[in-house]
C-alpha cells in the first residue's frame, strides 16, 4: 500500500502536480460558481424589489382613483339629498258646537253644530331654503294664512319674505282660547301681511324687523271690494262705511323681547313693538297713514302662564269726516275706531294627565278691553273662561265668552263702535291635527 502512494507521489511531481493542487482547484471552482449563482440570486431580488415597487405605486394610483371617485359620488348623493325636497305634509280638519244666548232659535233646538275648517300645512326644507306654507278652506270661504320662505345666516338670524305674521305685541298669540282677545279684530294679534322681515336672537334677547308691504288679500289693491273679506285675519278695507276706500300699505315694524330667567322656575319676558304704514285710498281723501305700539310682558312660573300688554293705536286719514274703519275677515265686514287703546291680561294653568289619550288639561281665562276709542264709541271688552283638552291628535277648546260691542258675540252686529248689550256664547271647538 505504502508502495502504491510513493508511486502516486512520483508520478505527481513528475508531471508537476499533485493531488493537492487538484484539489484546491476543484474548490475555487466551486467558490466561484457560487458567487455567479449569489450574484445571480441577488439581480432577481432587486427585480423583484423594482416590480414591487412598480405594483405598490399601481395600488396606490388605483386607490386614490378610487377614493376620488368615492368622494365625488358621496357629493352628488349629498348634493341630491340636499336639493331634493324635504317636506312634512300636516293638517287639520275642526268642528264648532255653539250655542249663543243672543239667538233665540237656537237656544230653543239646543245649540247648532258646524264644521268650522280644514287645513294644509307645508312644512320643510328644500336645500338650504326653509318653506312654510297654509291653507285653509272654512264653510263659507277659502283663505290663505300664511306662505313664506326663509333661510338662515347663522344660528342667531333668519329672514323670510312672503305671508308671515306681523311680529307685533306677544307672540304666537295673545290669548289661550279659540276665540283670541279684541286685539284680533282689530288687526293687532296674529295678523299675516305680505312682506319681507327678520329674526335675530343674540344671546337672551329676539329682536325682529319687518316691512310689510301690503295685507294678505290675494286680490290686491283693487278699492272695488272684491275679496276684501275673504281672509283670516283682519285688514282694513275702507272707512265710514264705504268698502274698498282705503287699505294699509308698507308698514315697517320692529319689535324686542327680552327673555329674563329669574330662576329655575320664573321666566320673565318683557318686551316692546312699534310699528308705522301708510294708507292709500280709492281716492286722495282715503290716503294717509297709521301707528301702533304696545308694551308686554310673557310670564311663566312652573305650569302658570301669564301674558299682560297695553296698546295703543291711531289712524290718520286726510278725510276730516273720518270716523270709522272698516275691517274684512271671515268673509264679513265689521268696524273698528280710528284711535284707541287696549289692554289685555290672560291667565294659564297646564295640568299634565294620563286619562287614556289626554295627555294635558290648561284652564285660562282672557280678559282685554278695548278703550278711549275716538268719537266717544263705547268700550269693548271680552272675557273667555275656557279649558282646552289635548289628547293624541285631537285639541279642543271648551269656552264660556262674554263681551260687549265685541264682533261674534255682542248680538251679533260686529261693531266695535256702536253701543251694543253683553252676550254669552258658549263653545265647544274640536279639532284633530295631523
Known amino acids: 500500500m505504502m508502495k502504491k502512494h510513493l508511486l502516486a507521489l512520483s508520478i505527481g511531481v513528475a508531471l508537476g502536480t499533485s493531488p493537492m493542487t487538484g484539489m484546491a482547484a476543484e474548490h475555487n471552482a466551486s467558490a466561484e460558481q457560487i458567487m455567479q449563482e449569489l450574484e445571480a440570486l441577488k439581480q432577481r431580488v432587486e427585480n423583484l424589489q423594482t416590480e414591487l415597487e412598480q405594483e405598490r405605486a399601481r395600488n396606490d394610483e388605483i386607490e386614490e382613483t378610487q377614493k376620488e371617485q368615492a368622494e365625488k359620488v358621496a357629493a352628488a ?7 331634493s325636497p324635504d317636506i312634512n305634509v300636516g293638517g287639520a280638519v275642526r268642528f264648532n258646537y255653539t250655542v249663543d244666548d243672543n239667538d233665540s232659535d237656537q237656544k230653543d233646538r239646543g245649540g247648532d253644530f258646524a264644521f268650522d275648517t280644514f287645513r294644509l300645512n307645508l312644512d320643510g326644507e328644500i336645500g338650504d331654503v326653509i318653506l312654510s306654507a297654509e291653507w285653509r278652506w272654512y264653510e263659507y270661504f277659502t283663505s290663505i294664512h300664511h306662505a313664506w320662505v326663509g333661510y338662515e345666516f347663522t344660528d342667531d338670524l333668519m329672514a323670510k319674505a312672503g305671508v308671515f305674521q306681523t311680529p307685533f305685541g306677544v307672540l304666537p298669540y295673545n290669548s289661550h282660547n279659540f276665540y283670541f282677545s279684541s286685539l284680533y279684530y282689530v288687526g293687532l294679534e296674529d295678523n299675516y301681511d305680505f312682506g319681507i322681515g327678520s329674526t335675530y336672537t343674540p344671546g337672551d334677547w329676539r329682536f325682529d324687523v319687518a316691512l310689510m308691504k301690503n295685507d294678505d288679500r290675494l286680490w290686491g289693491p283693487e278699492f272695488d271690494g272684491s275679496g276684501d273679506t275673504d281672509t283670516y285675519d283682519a285688514n282694513v278695507v275702507g272707512y265710514n262705511g264705504n268698502q274698498g276706500a282705503t287699505e294699509a300699505i308698507n308698514t315697517l315694524v320692529a319689535r324686542a323681547e327680552y327673555d329674563y330667567k329669574v330662576n329655575d322656575k320664573l321666566t320673565l319676558k318683557p318686551g316692546a313693538s312699534v310699528k308705522y304704514g301708510q294708507l292709500e285710498g280709492a281716492t286722495s281723501a282715503g290716503d294717509g297713514d297709521y301707528y301702533a305700539a304696545a308694551a308686554h310682558l310673557v310670564a311663566n312660573y312652573d305650569r302658570w302662564n ?4 297695553y296698546t295703543d293705536w291711531e289712524y290718520d286719514l286726510d278725510d276730516p269726516d273720518a270716523q270709522f274703519l272698516n275691517y274684512g275677515y271671515y268673509a264679513g265686514l265689521y268696524t273698528g275706531p280710528l284711535s284707541a287703546k287696549a289692554l289685555t291680561a290672560n291667565v294659564a ?7 287614556g289619550p289626554v295627555s294635558s288639561l290648561t284652564f285660562y281665562n282672557d280678559y ?4 278711549d276709542k275716538n268719537a266717544d264709541y263705547e268700550d269693548t271688552w271680552m272675557n273667555v273662561t275656557g279649558m282646552a283638552v289635548a289628547a293624541g291628535g285631537l285639541y279642543t277648546y271648551i269656552d264660556i265668552v262674554n263681551g260687549e260691542n265685541q264682533p ?14 253683553s252676550n254669552t256664547v258658549f263653545n265647544i271647538n274640536v279639532g284633530y291635527y295631523f
Open 77 to 83: 348623493q349629498e348634493k341630491a339629498e340636499s336639493s
Open 306 to 309: 301669564a301674558q299682560l300688554q
Open 349 to 355: 294653568y297646564t295640568l299634565p294627565v294620563e286619562w
Open 368 to 371: 282685554s278691553v278695548i278703550y
Open 408 to 421: 261674534f258675540i255682542s248680538g251679533g252686529t260686529g261693531a266695535m263702535t256702536g253701543d251694543a248689550e
